[in-house]
């Protein structure tokens, strides 16, 4: 049996865990909580940060990174991502294992301003924050010791338990920015193409998870208003841009060229799931 250790290994993770474990590999999951993971991930207590991370198990086929750093500071990120990978990384050459795949978790964060132009694989990354440019960071130190390895930039997940806009429409604190675009993918979506890219025979170093349609955020809390039968939240012609930056078209081709379906494609059918209490996050 083939094993995927998946390193930072939290409600991403565990979902992509249990969908590997579905398609017949043993799963390893490695983080500082490990007593949280759900059967058949086989957890072990690790902190990418240090060095010294546990022993790999010999039998390890794919390894995915996809921790997420506690707090939103250059320093945090540096430690979760950069170094992180790093010491992945170290430990596979450490314990002699030659995983045929690794595969890491990055953000489109990496990308700067588009104003609402299209943006995909071959666009030129420019991180408008020093988060964004740590990410980028770990993406070329893996290219660089794994040029093999495989980056794939999430746009923003929502999905069991992200609450955050269905919260903020239902308590009328939802804020309207006349043009301002997003880009989302479903949870299990992302689980789902971590799978998928693992099983690719010849994957590009590349790929963007974000589903078909980016989408004025006034139109999807518009949307979530209609479907909580409530009213569509005014536009705040003063709200201003996003402070996360970045208005673009993110481009999913190249994920579907190579055979990638979505269960969510829009956020549509991703967001009456999640009003209809459709899967659980994991903790
Ligand atoms: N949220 C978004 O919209 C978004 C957008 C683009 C990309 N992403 C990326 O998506 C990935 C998955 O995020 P998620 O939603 O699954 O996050 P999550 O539920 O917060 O899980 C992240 C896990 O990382 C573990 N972790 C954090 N620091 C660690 C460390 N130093 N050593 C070992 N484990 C560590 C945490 O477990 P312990 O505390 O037990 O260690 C946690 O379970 C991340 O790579 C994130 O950057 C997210």
């Not at 590997?20 to 949280?36: I, L, N, T």
């Not at 964060?109 to 132009?117: F, M």
Request: glycine share 10%; hydrophobic share 40%; charged share 25%.
């Amino acid at each position: 049996m083939s094993r995927v250790l998946i390193a930072g290994c939290g409600d991403l993770g565990t979902e992509a865990g249990l969908r590997f474990a579905a398609a017949g590999f043993a799963v390893s999951g490695w983080r500082r909580s490990p007593e949280k993971l759900p059967a058949p991930i086989e957890g072990a207590a690790a902190d990418l940060a240090d060095a010294g991370l546990p022993p790999v198990p010999a039998d390890t086929d794919v390894v995915v990174i996809t921790p997420a750093a506690r707090e939103r500071s250059e320093a945090a990120y540096r430690a979760t991502y950069r170094d992180g990978t790093a010491h992945v990384l170290d430990a596979l050459e450490r314990d002699g294992v030659h995983p045929r795949r690794i595969l890491l978790v990055s953000s489109t964060a990496v990308y700067g301003d588009a104003d609402g132009g299209r943006v995909d694989e071959l666009t030129p990354t420019d991180p408008a924050s020093a988060t964004g440019a740590v990410l980028r960071e770990a993406e070329q130190l893996l290219l660089a010791r794994r040029p093999d390895a495989v980056v794939l930039r999430l746009a923003g997940i929502y999905g069991p338990g992200r609450t955050r806009l269905i919260d903020q429409v239902r308590s009328g604190a939802a804020v309207v920015r006349p043009g301002q675009l997003t880009n989302r993918i479903h949870r299990d979506d992302a689980a789902a193409a971590l799978v998928h890219l693992a099983g690719l025979a010849d994957p590009a170093s590349l790929y963007l998870g974000v589903d078909d349609e980016p989408v004025e955020q006034a139109e999807v809390l518009a949307f979530l208003a209609a479907e909580l039968g409530l009213p569509a939240p005014a536009a705040d012609p003063d709200a201003g841009a996003s402070p996360r930056g970045g208005n673009r078209r993110l481009s999913n081709a190249r994920l579907r060229g190579s055979g990638f379906t979505f269960t969510y494609p829009t956020y549509r059918e991703g967001y009456r799931a999640v009003l209809a209490g459709t899967g659980v996050r994991h903790p």
